[in-house]
């Protein structure tokens, strides 16, 4: 596991930085937006790509994100004495791994709707809906006592959050003492040969993948401009620890397409 910055590698056509957290624009794939308009745009795309969005994850990955939510869900290890609030849950693969994994009780929590009725019908498809909650929330504003859960994780969300600053801020108020955060997310390509063939993959396939499967090339290249403007996974590092966190890590899958990133409430 390492702490070190990672060069924050843009690809083609990529904006030389993201706003400023203070600013009155903010990212929006590589397009900037007034601060407030964000959340609603960030919902329109996954109103779009809820009904397919399990098949565009498939074929987007190449199947790798089944692998990596694997990996992720071993990592949070959540015991049957424990709470776990899977933050931006959608359509629920890591909530329902989880529970299979032994987790007590899960809070599948997402802003978006359609994407929490997507995973109501999965989880009573599976007859996992026992201990698991389903709660519409803001990351950002958690309605959730303090320190009322023993872990919090988050897969591929945090990227489309409007202030992430606050997201992390609000992931340790809601961990008790001894509670630990898990971020599953994109991040920096660390292997020089990966980095052309991932950039045609994104920019190149994966919005004509969007366009002939779920009729919406548009939703798929916001998905592809996203993961580029995310921090890389010092600069994640670092926000972390400014909230609160502690002991915080990072493990890379994949060459660091995607990353692992682990930090305590103590």
Known sequence: ???????????????????????????????????????????????SVAPRYDLMNDLMS??????????????????????????????????????????????????????LQVAQGRALERGLAANLMFLGADAERLPLPDRSVEKVSMAFGLRNCTDKDAVLREVRRVLRPGGRFHCLEFSRVEVAALAPIYDTWSFKVLPELGR????????????????????????????????????????????????IHTGWRL
Do not use: C
Not at 33 to 46: D, H, M, N, S, T
């Open 62 to 115: 190449l199947g790798l994100h089944r692998a990596w939510k694997q990996a992720f869900v071993a990592a949070i290890a959540a015991s049957p004495r424990e709470a776990l609030l899977d933050l931006a849950g959608g359509t629920g693969d890591i909530a329902f791994k989880a529970l299979e994994r032994g987790a007590g009780r899960v809070i599948l929590s997402d802003i978006n709707p359609s994407m």
């Open 212 to 259: 002939r499967v779920a009729g919406d090339a548009e939703s798929y290249q916001y998905l592809a401009e996203s993961i580029r403007m995310f921090p890389d996974q010092g600069t994640l590092a670092r926000m972390m620890r400014e909230a609160g966190l502690e002991r915080v890590q990072h493990r890379n899958l994949t060459g660091g397409i995607v990353a």
């Open 1 to 47: 596991m390492s702490e070190r910055n990672t060069p924050h590698d843009a690809s083609p056509d990529a904006p030389s930085g993201a706003p400023s957290p203070g600013a009155e624009t903010i990212d929006f794939g590589y397009r900037a937006v007034p601060r407030g308009q964000k959340a609603g745009l960030v919902r329109q795309v996954f109103d």
